[in-house]
């Protein structure tokens, strides 16, 4: 049972997640429009900036930390069948977050703080933008802290019991969040905001890109690890099976949390103010990381394989077609996976060292991205919400067949649109520019892979509608739902768990580690170098 | 603790699959010299016009007593300057990149010449171009509202039909105040 205060909880953040996410779908689509110069009345790079900006922030910041925190409640209280710790504290997290975001909202659109979701230094936007920004990670840190205390209450309670998979990563994820928001909120504290209000002359966009990439690799794990969470512990049953192991998942996640942290660098290949060899070191790092994303797959689809041959498929392939396709959490992790193949091929290339510099900052990003964020992560987030809906609402999902639906859209149009954005990137077009202005012909082999764009984009925002249009109509059901949610059981019951796999105290203490080791004289170094500082700029 | 047999081995696998990229990561960087623009290197990127590497009658290409070319560039809203280069192919070229304002990062279409341009630091790449033809050099991070019409232009001509242009005058041009 999902008790009262974790549902109105769950329902407050998702729904924030959920609007802020369909607004900036509208946004989307306008920019893909708008950038392929097809349609020359709404030509506008000032408005297409304050769009980009806006887009960004409510998809990177908004949509995921509002889901995490709404998704890590229910977890929470779930799985450890314990209330929230602190209500109070959730719903300050919730307030403070909140108006953050609209603080943050209000120069991003009235084109003040068209600053892009990165802020890169110097170019400096209005100081409500930063304060805001701030408000909605601060919000979050009280999330974690709740996440972190239910895990050492619940083990107090029971010690040496397995904390259950769920919460482990759940808890796992807010003390990732709490190292990785440390970078950048350094940055806008001790940078932009003094900047922004005019008390400080000169910035080091040098110090303020290092700390910022500090952040911008382990953020992507922040937002990735409530999926790969669905793909252990809720896929499973979904599909009729069974969860292939439970320690494996634990390592993962472990492996996942620690090293995505030190590994920046890899954002800052191209860039001066770092030497190489901390680059090669980030850049090593970068592929232990996706040695847990192997294993990721690999259990995944030895879950699903497990419930095809349980539902009587045989064969080497028989078992995927005697899946439930048409349960929106199976479905979504099959295209889910696609995704990820596909994403994880233009991942490998982005992350060596020296092939990056065919791709980097080019539309190649933007496609790659989009691909793995807004596709692989995001069509999770959609598969949860279909699962919590009925289950909290307590009334029916509105309509199965639209959900089915609404997933294939979403995938098919993620293809149209992504597939040539990362043609463009190889053609060399750059990503964020709001028009082609260049004098060159190498331009004209652009447009066609525009035109797909646009298309694709279309098919995604009708998505996107059908999405949000089959949540609130279930909520206006007459019908009764009842159901709980239903946690995997591993195939092998856990019995004795390593400490190392059912507690963070000592990873907490590598991180910390390995964070000297990896970002300590790379900061330092800034202030025994004679530097030379920035004042800002306007956009 | 149970590790399934076909996980062991697929974890091995995985290890493998990471290992060669890493390993031809390493060898390329410690053997054979591939590595990304890094030379840390710091410079004010306010008055650029009274340094003496980036002062306005040195920017472009350059070609010293040894032969070394070198290509010295200052990147400013909105432009790459001097706006139009020509440079021989298949010469080891390397370009000195210099911001006077925000931040900006600049590449060459189908070729890896590719670098960040931070304000505050000089960003060196060498590289070779092969092919010869006309190339844009493309502003490719978002540095203002005209951020679309920031380029200029690289001609890129046959090693033997190249000639060093001549050496600039010393000092005493015209500054850019
Ligand atoms: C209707 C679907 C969508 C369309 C058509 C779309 C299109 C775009 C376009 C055209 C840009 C500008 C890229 C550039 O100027 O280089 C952009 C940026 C961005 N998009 Fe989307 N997008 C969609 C959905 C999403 C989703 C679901 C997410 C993530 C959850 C997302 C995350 C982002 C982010 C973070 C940026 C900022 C990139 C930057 O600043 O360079 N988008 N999107
Ligand atoms: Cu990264
Ligand atoms: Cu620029």
Redesign the pocket.
Known sequence: MIDVVTKKLAFCHLWVAFGA?LL??FM??Y??LE?SGFIPAIESPSVYFAS?ST??VL??FV?TTFFIMGFGYVVATTSLKQPIWNPQWAWAGFGISSFGTVLAAIPLLTGKASV???FYPPIIGHWMFYVGATLLIVGSWLWCVIMIMMMREWKQANPGAPVPLAMFATAGNALLWLWTSAGVALEVLFQLIPMALGWMDTLDPGLARTLFAWTLHPIVYFWLIPAYTAFYVLVPKQAGGYLFSDEIARAAFVVLIVFALPIGFHHLYMDPEQAKGWKLLHGVGTFVVSLPTFITGFSVIASLEIAGRLRGGKGLFGWIGSLPWRNPMVLSVILALLMLILGGFGGLVNASYAMNAMIHNT?WV?GHF?LI??GTT?IMYFAIAYYLWPIMAGKPLFSKDMALVQLWTWFIGMTI?TTPWHVLGLLGQP???SGVEYNSLLTLAWDPYELAMIFG?LV??GS?CLFVYNLAMTHRSQEVFEGEIEYAEPIHPVTDLPEYLNDFTLWNKVIAGLMALSFGVPILQFFFMKTFGSSAWGF | MHIDPLEKKWAYAAVGIAGLFVGIILIDALFHGINAPSNVETIDSASLHLSEEFDEDNLGVQVDESGTITIRMVAGRYGFYPKHITVPADTSLTFRWVSMDVLHGVHMPMTNMSTMIVPGYVAQVTTTLPKPGEYPLLCNEYCGIGHDHMWSNVSVVAKEHWTAPGKAPSKGGQDND
């Open positions: 996410f900036a779908c989307g689509e920019q893909v950038r980009v887009h960004g998809m990177a949509l892009l979701y990165t539309a933007p989009h964020f807004a995001v649109l990503r964020r520019i984009g995604m925002l996107a």
